[in-house]
């Protein structure tokens, strides 16, 4: 049953009384999406299609939680401010792009109920950020009318895949109380070795560490995707630095133990990206 879009609509007042309430007998489906170029928020293609479809298939979130991996931090940090700025964190990209605006609005009892619910850590509120690329340019195509709250977590660069794992098991009370969380990164990113003479395919190793992620998901087997550093081969040269791989242990993290992960966009790209993205529940 898909909550009430009036849900969406509330004032901040009524919002803030939302996250105080009781939690839903449903709970929200948890995603990892692999978001590759910047261009995927304004062209129509198989990727942005399959966030649409995605979409479509969701019950509506009351809001929406995204740790993206453009958002690194010393320390831990949720975006409170009632109205996000787009912003454009690129660079070389037609202007098209940078016009872009998604004028999702903020929700400070959100941001509030997150650094409540994690325990382990403080976490500090921020109001300078906004909603970066990682967030946006997947979100816009999923709700297009940006009237859905959507606060961003931090990525604290000096914790480990295990801590963050278990920071994130925190934010489970979320989904159930209709907030849709999201990790936006990808399983494969290496752009040093990326091949513009490839944009249908892979490298042999890039498809080999994708497909051995995608069975480590179907296994549940958590805690040999957190220890990826000692997987060597393929995921050495998949994962050469962890921001766009952590918000996979996020989506992790919160699957419950009878739940379901199905792969959608299941495909790599220009020689070292991977597109592939999870859905959990």
């Known amino acids: ?9 509330m004032k901040p007042d009524a919002l803030n009384q939302l996250f105080k309430g009781p939690e839903n007998q449903e709970t929200m489906p948890v995603l990892f999406i692999g978001h590759g ?42 975006t409170a401010a009632e109205k996000p700025r787009t912003i454009h964190d690129f660079g070389g990209f037609p202007q ?22 994690i325990s382990d850590t403080e976490v500090g509120l921020d109001s300078s950020w906004g909603l970066d690329h990682g967030a946006w340019s997947v979100i816009k195509h999923l709700y297009p009318d ?24 925190q934010l489970a009370r979320l989904r159930r109380k209709g907030v849709l969380i999201i990790g936006s990164g990808n399983l494969v990113h290496n752009l040093r070795t990326i091949n513009w003479r490839m944009p249908e395919t892979g490298f042999d190793w890039a498809m080999e560490a994708d497909s051995q992620i995608r069975n480590r998901i179907k296994e549940g087997n958590h805690q040999a995707l957190m220890n990826y550093k000692q997987a ?12 766009h791989f952590i918000p996979l242990i996020y989506t992790l993290a919160l699957q ?7 792969f959608f966009n299941a495909k790599t790209i220009m020689g070292s990206i991977s597109m592939t993205s999870v859905k959990i529940g």
């Open 1 to 9: 049953m898909a909550l009430p879009v009036t849900a969406y609509a």
């Open 146 to 169: 940006a009237r859905i709250p959507v606060v961003q977590l931090s990525l604290d660069y000096t914790k480990s895949p295990q801590q963050h794992y278990e920071m994130a098991r």
């Open 256 to 262: 419950n133990k009878n739940e379901e992960a199905t």
């Open 37 to 78: 170029s910047p261009m995927n928020a304004i062209e129509l293609n198989e990727f942005s299609r399959g966030w649409q479809q995605v979409g479509k298939s969701l019950p509506t979130p009351r809001a929406i939680l995204c740790i993206s991996a453009h958002w690194e931090t010393r320390g831990t940090f949720v």
């Open 96 to 117: 098209e792009l940078y016009e872009v605006q998604y004028p999702a609005p903020g929700s400070p009892a959100l941001a509030n109920e997150t650094r409540q619910l």
């Open 232 to 243: 060597g081969g393929a995921f050495n040269m998949a994962i050469p630095t962890p921001e």
